[in-house]
């Protein structure tokens, strides 16, 4: 169980840090700068939290 404990662990670090990039890159930023790095600052925090909900669906199955 320590291994997937482990995982668990590192895929809560890395959504973190997927969260902590989107909003260093959107913070401070205004106008016109805002609205064309924001869109695509949420494409790629969306892309990463899919990619960490597949694998957290990889590690309850391969608990089970």
Known sequence: MGDCDDARR???????????????????????????IESWAWSRL???????RARRGWLRRAAA
């Open 10 to 36: 590192r895929l809560a670090a890395e959504e973190g840090e997927a969260w902590r990039d989107y909003l260093t890159t959107i913070r401070g930023r205004a106008g016109q700068e805002y609205v064309e």
């Open 46 to 52: 969306s892309h990463r939290l899919r990619s960490i």
